[in-house]
């Protein structure tokens, strides 16, 4: 019999297979930590097997090894009728001992540094954009294309969706545990339901990088609008935003950042927070004011009984990076840019109409947005669909890839699933509360009027475009409705499709 190197309990099957599944899942993380330091660009399952799964696969192995010495020393126990003590001697005399000690503990020693390193890494993996927005890419798909397209797309998901310190860290996890299963199990909602649970509150993830408070002046937004006619006739608005303190030049309106050095607190009467009939302003000298509209359901009795929200950058700010461009916003962009050219007749109106219904899945939609354009100018202008038919051809992969940045039909989303709180033409948006219909007590209005937050300086054609820096009245595009849009909702006839 040879000589032993370690304590016979060892030398049974189940601890021999331990060691030896613990020895090669160590060895192959040691060369795929080697790849990972040498090669960049690893696909995102690289950092799965290696910092999760091989090392969990490792854990496993080792604690079989003790395991499997504890079995034995029962069947010796048994075997030697009580002969046995029922805990081990440790005796450092004993050369099998001694070797089987110094082992196990420079093994653990060496462990824990590589479980530091790899636990490092790992947690750096599960911080990471590919971790967050390619793994499960189907479900993630939406939230990570239109990511891609945004401003912040430099910003890591987490940034936003768990922030610094320890506490929302372990929250994250737990809930993203619960994630991994859903997804699995194919147990997750379509299209994931907003406002999503867990997302960190955004005065303390935002402002990490913005600070309203100190933002000066105004934001000039300038955009381009084609109405659906035949000549796509173009209408443009030219406007500035107040969104910080006054410069010394300018006029003292109060900024839209107002609401964060303020506290506004409100209700919704649903869960997207969609229709708020309540709304309660909290002044620096402690009194309050309340606006309700006239079929607002809360007493003073539920009011106290319920959740009051106070408002923070995510409620105008909710679609920050996630921007999903409704139909209409989409191919006015488009045609702006010349990637759909203005001069194909009723360009506009066919472009939105190709891109609204629901279709089964991508490849389908493709396929017909391509065949009802090529259909309409075949069947209502053949002379230009044979002369023009380059750029017939530009519209069709203009509108394709519109589709593919701002529809999935997968995941159920495009532009219906999320409203955007910003603005009010196709969402309700402010106008949840600056509509005119919130009064207080004594009769007092949440302020409505046009010029309460944006000064239009130029509107109209292009070629008439004069800029007033005092502010022009409103003049809603000419689209046979006369004065039908003052005192209405704008979405009482926007959905997104105009
Ligand atoms: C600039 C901050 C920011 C970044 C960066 C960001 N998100 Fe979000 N995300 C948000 C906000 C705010 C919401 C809430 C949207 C709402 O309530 O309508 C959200 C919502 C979501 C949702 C819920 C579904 C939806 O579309 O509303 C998912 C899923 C999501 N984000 C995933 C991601 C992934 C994956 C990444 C990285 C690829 C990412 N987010 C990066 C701010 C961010
Ligand atoms: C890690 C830093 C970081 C975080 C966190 C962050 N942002 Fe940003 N944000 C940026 C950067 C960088 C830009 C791009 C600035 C630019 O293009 O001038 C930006 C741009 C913006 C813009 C201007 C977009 C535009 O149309 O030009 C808005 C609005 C905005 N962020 C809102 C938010 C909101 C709301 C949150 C919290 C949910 C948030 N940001 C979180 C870094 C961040
Ligand atoms: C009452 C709604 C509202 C709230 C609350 C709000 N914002 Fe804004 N914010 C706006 C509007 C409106 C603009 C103008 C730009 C636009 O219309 O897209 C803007 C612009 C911005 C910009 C772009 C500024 C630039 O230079 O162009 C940033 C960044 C920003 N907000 C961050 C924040 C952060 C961070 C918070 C929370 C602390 C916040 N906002 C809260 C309405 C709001
Ligand atoms: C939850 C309700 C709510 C929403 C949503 C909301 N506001 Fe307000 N806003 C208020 C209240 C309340 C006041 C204070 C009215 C007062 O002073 O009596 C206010 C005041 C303002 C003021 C200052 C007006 C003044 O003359 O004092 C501006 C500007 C403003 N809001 C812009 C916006 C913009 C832009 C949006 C959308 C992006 C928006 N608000 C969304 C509740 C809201
Ligand atoms: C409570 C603030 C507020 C009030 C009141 C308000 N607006 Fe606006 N409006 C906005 C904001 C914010 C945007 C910009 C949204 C964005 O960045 O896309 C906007 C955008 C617009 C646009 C550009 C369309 C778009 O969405 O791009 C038009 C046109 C407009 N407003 C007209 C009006 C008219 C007309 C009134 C009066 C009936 C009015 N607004 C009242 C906040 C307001
Ligand atoms: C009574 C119905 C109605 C109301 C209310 C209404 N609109 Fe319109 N709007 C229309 C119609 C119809 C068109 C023309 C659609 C077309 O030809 O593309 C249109 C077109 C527009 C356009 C140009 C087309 C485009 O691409 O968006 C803008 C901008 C616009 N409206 C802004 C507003 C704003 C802002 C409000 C709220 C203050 C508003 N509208 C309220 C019916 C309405």
């Not at 010796?76 to 029922?86: C, I, N, Q, S, T």
Request: charged letters at 15%; proline letters at 7%; one cysteine or more.
């Amino acid at each position: 019999m040879t000589k032993r190197k370690f304590p016979d309990l060892f030398y049974n099957p189940i601890s021999m297979a331990g060691a030896i599944i613990a020895s090669v899942t160590f060895g192959t993380i040691l060369v795929l930590m080697l790849i990972d330091t040498i090669w960049s660009a690893l696909p995102p399952y690289f950092g799965i097997v290696t910092y999760i799964l091989l090392p969990s696969v490792m854990i496993l192995g080792l604690i079989v090894i003790p395991i499997g010495a504890l079995l034995e020393r029962k069947h010796w126990r048994k075997a030697a009728e009580a002969g046995v003590p029922p805990l081990p001697k440790i005796d450092l005399n004993d050369r099998q001992q001694r070797t089987a000690f110094f082992f196990f503990s420079t093994a653990t020693l060496l462990l824990m540094l590589f479980t530091a390193i790899g636990g490092y890494h790992a947690f750096e993996f599960t911080e990471s954009v590919q971790f967050c927005g390619k793994i499960c890419h189907r479900v993630m798909k939406p939230e990570y294309t239109t990511y891609l397209h945004s401003p912040h797309a430099r910003v890591a998901c987490v940034e936003c969706h768990v922030g610094p310190g320890a506490s929302w860290y372990v929250k994250s996890k737990l809930s993203g545990a619960y994630q991994v299963y859903a997804v699995l199990f194919n147990k997750f909602p379509r299209p994931i339901p907003t406002p999503i649970k867990n997302l960190r509150p955004a005065r303390e993830t935002c402002e990490q990088c913005h600070w309203p408070q100190s933002f000066v002046g105004e934001r000039r937004i300038t955009r381009a609008f084609y109405l659906e006619d035949s000549a796509n006739t173009r209408w443009d608005i030219d406007m500035l935003i107040k969104i910080g303190k006054s410069t010394s030049g300018e006029a003292s309106r109060p900024p839209v950042h107002w609401h964060v050095t303020h506290t506004v607190e409100f209700l919704p009467s649903d869960s997207t927070s969609q229709t708020i009939p309540w709304v309660r302003l909290v002044l620096a000298n402690g009194t309050t004011e309340t606006f309700t509209t006239s079929d607002n359901p809360f007493t003073p009795n539920s009011v106290a009984k319920s959740k009051v929200k106070t408002m923070d950058c995510m409620d105008c700010h909710n679609r920050p990076t996630h921007v999903i461009k409704t139909p209409g916003q989409a191919v006015n962009d488009a045609m702006a840019a010349g990637s759909i050219s203005p001069t194909l007749p009723w360009v506009k109106q066919t472009a939105v109409n190709a891109l609204t219904p629901r279709y089964k899945n991508t490849a389908d939609a493709l396929d017909t947005i391509a065949l009802s354009l090529h259909s309409f100018y075949q069947g209502k202008y053949p002379k230009i669909a044979l002369q023009d038919s380059s750029k017939i051809n530009e519209a069709v992969s203009s509108l394709q890839g519109i589709y593919k940045e701002n529809f999935f039909p997968y995941m159920k989303v495009d532009w219906r699933a999320y409203p955007n709180d910003i603005g009010h033409q196709d969402y309700p948006g402010c106008f949840r509360c600056h509509d005119g219909n919130h009064k207080s007590a004594d009769g007092k209005i949440i302020p409505n009027s046009c010029q309460t937050c944006h000064l239009i300086l130029s509107q109209g054609a292009p070629t008439d475009s004069v800029v007033n820096l005092a502010g022009v009245a409103f003049k809603h595009p000419p689209a046979g409705i006369g004065d039908a849009w003052q005192g209405a909702m704008c979405t009482d006839c926007h959905d997104g499709t105009q």
